[in-house]
C-alpha cells in the first residue's frame, strides 16, 4: 500500500461526490466517466499496466439511458453472511443487509462489507457477462471505496449506468468479490462499463 493508492481513493470519491452534487444525473456520469478516463490513463495506482496505459483510449461505455437509474427504499431480507476468500485480502466477510428492485429487471442483494470500517456492497452480474461485460460481473456501489451515489436513511441511488468493472478486469494481480447468486439476473443490462472489442489495449 501507499500513498499513490491513497490519492487513487480520494479522487475516486471525488468523482463520486461531484457526480451526487451535479442536479442532472447525466452531466454527473459524464464527469464520473472522463475522471475515472483520466485515472486509468495516469495515476500510478491504475490497473492498467504501462503498456496498457500507453495505448489507452478511453473506457468503452454504453449511451446514458436515464431509465435504469433507480432511487429505492432497501427491503428487508434474510440475513445471510458469505465469507468470500480473495488472494490478496484473506477471507472478506459480506451480510446481506435487504434488497432493492431494479424496476422490471428485478430485486438484487445488498450487502455490508464486513471488513474494517465496513461498507455498502452491490454487485451484479446480468446477461451480458461474458460477452459485452466481465464474466464476473460489475459493480454499481462500493462505498469502501467512495462508490456511492447517495441516497437517504432508508433508500439508495442505483444507476446502472455507472456500473464499472473491478480492477481484476485488467490485471489478475488484484482479486476481487464476485456477485453472489442473489445479485445475478438474466437479462443483458446495456448500460455502464463495457469491454472493448477484440480484448483489452
Given at each position: 500500500?501507499?500513498?499513490?493508492l491513497?490519492?487513487?481513493?480520494?479522487r475516486?470519491a471525488?468523482?463520486?461526490?461531484?457526480?451526487?452534487?451535479t442536479p442532472?444525473?447525466?452531466?454527473?456520469?459524464?464527469l464520473?466517466?472522463?475522471?475515472?478516463?483520466?485515472l486509468?490513463?495516469t495515476?500510478?495506482?491504475?490497473?492498467?499496466?504501462?503498456?496498457?496505459?500507453?495505448a489507452f483510449?478511453?473506457?468503452?461505455?454504453?449511451?446514458?439511458d436515464?431509465a435504469?437509474?433507480?432511487?429505492?427504499p432497501l427491503e428487508?431480507?434474510a440475513?445471510q453472511?458469505?465469507?468470500?476468500?480473495t488472494?490478496?485480502d484473506g477471507v472478506?466477510?459480506l451480510d446481506?443487509i435487504?434488497t432493492v428492485a431494479?424496476?422490471?429487471l428485478?430485486?438484487?442483494?445488498?450487502?455490508?462489507l464486513?471488513?474494517?470500517g465496513?461498507g455498502?456492497?452491490l454487485?451484479l452480474?446480468?446477461?451480458?457477462a461474458g460477452?459485452?461485460t466481465y464474466g464476473?460481473?460489475?459493480?454499481?456501489?462500493?462505498?469502501?471505496?467512495?462508490?456511492d451515489l447517495g441516497?437517504?436513511?432508508?433508500?439508495?441511488?442505483?444507476d446502472?449506468n455507472?456500473?464499472?468493472?473491478?480492477s481484476?478486469?485488467y490485471d489478475?494481480?488484484w482479486?476481487c468479490?464476485l456477485?453472489?447468486?442473489?445479485?445475478r439476473i438474466?437479462a443483458p443490462v446495456?448500460a455502464g462499463?463495457?469491454?472493448p472489442?477484440g480484448?483489452?489495449y
Amino acid at each position: 500500500m501507499s500513498l499513490t493508492l491513497l490519492d487513487w481513493r480520494r479522487r475516486v470519491a471525488g468523482l463520486y461526490g461531484a457526480a451526487r452534487s451535479t442536479p442532472d444525473a447525466e452531466t454527473g456520469w459524464r464527469l464520473w466517466r472522463d475522471g475515472r478516463d483520466d485515472l486509468f490513463a495516469t495515476h500510478p495506482d491504475s490497473p492498467l499496466d504501462e503498456a496498457a496505459r500507453a495505448a489507452f483510449r478511453g473506457l468503452p461505455f454504453a449511451p446514458y439511458d436515464p431509465a435504469l437509474r433507480f432511487e429505492m427504499p432497501l427491503e428487508p431480507a434474510a440475513p445471510q453472511r458469505l465469507e468470500v476468500p480473495t488472494a490478496t485480502d484473506g477471507v472478506v466477510p459480506l451480510d446481506r443487509i435487504g434488497t432493492v428492485a431494479l424496476g422490471d429487471l428485478g430485486r438484487i442483494d445488498v450487502w455490508w462489507l464486513g471488513s474494517y470500517g465496513g461498507g455498502v456492497f452491490l454487485p451484479l452480474r446480468d446477461g451480458s457477462a461474458g460477452q459485452g461485460t466481465y464474466g464476473g460481473g460489475r459493480y454499481l456501489l462500493d462505498t469502501v471505496k467512495g462508490a456511492d451515489l447517495g441516497g437517504d436513511a432508508g433508500r439508495l441511488v442505483v444507476d446502472l449506468n455507472f456500473a464499472y468493472h473491478p480492477s481484476c478486469t485488467y490485471d489478475p494481480r488484484w482479486s476481487c468479490p464476485l456477485a453472489p447468486e442473489g445479485n445475478r439476473i438474466e437479462a443483458p443490462v446495456a448500460a455502464g462499463e463495457q469491454l472493448p472489442p477484440g480484448g483489452w489495449y
